[in-house]
């Protein structure tokens, strides 16, 4: 009976514990949701607050300083009473002089005043000053690494929300016109692939380089960086650190990142664009581009190494990695966030490169291919700023795309999970159909591991319908997948006519 009573008495200690827990985790929540909505109104008018509390400084320190005049005055008068006293009683005890100056104190309504203006003003650089520092780090990165591209040619903007939330930067490089040319550029938007980000298009020289080639070339460059890369990870309500943002795999960069970065680009310029993808860029765009919003506002596509059907390829580490359930195992694990350069990933990576038959002494070529045109101060430049994170779901929905051979929305493992998710037993099929008249330009590579050739031919055949006046369709045999984004030849190779196409359109 006395176990019994102490094994009650300690399940009721437990369930209390829990409650405990319980209601701290909600009161923390609570004190989240008012911070974030909170910080979402001074965003939304950031005007407003700026010009207020600009004005509340003013006054604030106007009203110290009135304060801070007034107590120096009593001051001197109690400094003249002090003077008085030791002249008539020159023999005051020291302890009456140290009283009557101690009694002075100090002005409550000064420091408060004092304090109120340096919090004012603190929060006004920190709101302002602290996203104007932020694009100022980029500037001056991509500063360092192109060495010759002059500030004024960058016009860095504010962010790109989605419509679940997340926050995106996105950069602009005017175009150069001739003199007397008074037309608007026409827009381009640059979208990387997985693992990277819009350093993707500045790893090459100024002269080299596709984005500023383009804008040399009077194209008005924009470059995306999706949800989870170094210059993306804001949201309305999360942080990175909390699992829930890394709940998305490249569904949710199809239905919110794409749609969100191209009516920004649609908006701010008023024009149709160009859309260049690279990689997983070209998946968005092909699940993406048969919804007619999205068509209205597009001139051409680019997709250079097209990723659709991953079935074939031919990546040792990519493949391995699937069939061994690696991102499945990381995310089993807890880890939400795939962090390439993370200590866990290194770790699973390593033990891959031990099984026979992987050689991972360059490890970019057993993950690409073996990439004809890469040279090593390139390399050196790719390793500084790349792999970028992105989600371990989105890892394991490419994982099901390699071992399945399809292009479905992620699979959660079991029919009742499908079943809440999407109505079905299996996930649905994307279709990857691309009007036939909108002008395309493809290009893919012989020596590719990522985009394999014979995946791609899967491509090709679901573009015999379209028009041949509007595809043009490039192969290059010893082009492997970083050779599109890295290659010194490129700009002769592939940019150049990747130009000269965008100005037929």
């Not at 304090?115 to 004012?120: E, F, M, Q």
């Not at 999205?294 to 097209?306: I, N, Q």
């Not at 795309?401 to 992620?410: V, Y």
């Not at 299996?426 to 395309?440: A, G, H, R």
Request: glycine fraction near 6%.
């Amino acid at each position: 009976m006395n176990r019994f009573r102490a094994s009650r008495t300690s399940v009721s200690g437990s369930a209390a514990v829990a409650q405990l827990r319980k209601k701290a985790f909600n009161s923390w929540a609570a004190i989240q949701d008012t911070f974030f909505s909170t910080k979402d109104i001074f965003e939304r008018h950031r005007v407003v607050f700026t010009v207020g509390t600009s004005i509340a400084s003013v006054a604030t320190a106007w009203l110290g300083y009135s304060l801070r005049h007034l107590h120096d005055s009593k001051v001197d008068q109690r400094l003249e009473s002090i003077e008085k006293a030791m002249k008539s009683n020159h023999l005051s005890e020291h302890s009456e002089i140290r009283k009557i100056v101690d009694s002075r104190g100090f002005s409550t309504s000064s420091c408060v005043a004092t304090a109120g203006t340096t919090l004012i003003i603190g929060y006004g650089l920190g709101w302002r000053g602290g996203r104007w520092y932020a694009n100022r780090q980029f500037r001056k990165e991509q500063m360092k690494m192109l060495g010759q591209l002059k500030p004024k040619r960058w016009q860095l903007l504010g962010r790109v929300t989605t419509q679940d939330g997340y926050i995106l930067s996105i950069q602009r490089i005017p175009g150069v016109l001739p003199q007397g040319k008074a037309e608007n550029n026409v827009p381009v938007l640059l979208q990387h692939g997985v693992l990277m980000d819009g350093v993707t298009w500045l790893l090459l020289p100024p002269h080299q380089s596709l984005a500023l080639l383009l804008a040399d070339n009077g194209f008005d460059v924009w470059i995306a960086n999706t949800r989870g890369t170094k210059y993306s990870r804001g949201h309305v309500s999360l942080t990175p650190d909390d699992g829930s943002y890394w709940n998305w795999s490249w569904d949710e960069l199809v239905a919110y990142d794409l749609p969100a970065t191209l009516h920004y680009v649609h908006d701010q310029t008023g024009q149709k664009l160009h859309y260049v993808g690279h990689s997983l860029g070209t998946l968005m765009a092909l699940a993406s581009f048969s919804k007619e919003q999205l068509l209205s506002m597009l001139r051409s596509a680019a997709l250079l190494s097209p990723i659709a059907y991953v079935g074939q390829l031919t990546s040792p580490l990519a493949r391995n990695a699937a069939e061994n359930f690696i991102a499945e195992t990381l995310y089993w694990l807890g880890i939400h966030e795939f962090v390439p350069r993370g200590e866990a990933v290194m770790k699973l990576i390593r033990d891959i490169c031990k099984k026979p038959g992987i050689d991972c002494t360059d490890l970019l070529t057993s993950f690409t291919g073996v990439n004809c045109c890469l040279n090593s101060s390139i390399v050196d430049i790719f390793l500084d700023h790349e792999p970028q994170s992105t989600a371990t779901k989105n890892m394991i929905h490419l994982a099901q795309m390699i071992r399945d051979g399809t292009i479905t929305m992620f699979n959660y493992g079991t029919e009742d999970e499908n079943w809440k998710h999407y109505g079905q037993s299996n996930p649905p099929v994307y279709k990857t159909s691309i009007p036939n008249d909108l002008p395309l330009f493809v290009s893919y590579g012989g020596r590719d591991a990522l985009s394999d050739t014979r995946d791609v031919r899967l491509l090709l055949d679901s573009l015999k319908e379209h028009d041949q006046d509007k595809l043009v369709v490039q192969y290059t045999k010893d082009y492997a997948h970083a050779d599109y984004v890295m290659g010194q030849n490129a700009k002769d190779v592939v940019y150049d006519h990747l130009i000269a196409f965008f100005r037929l359109q």
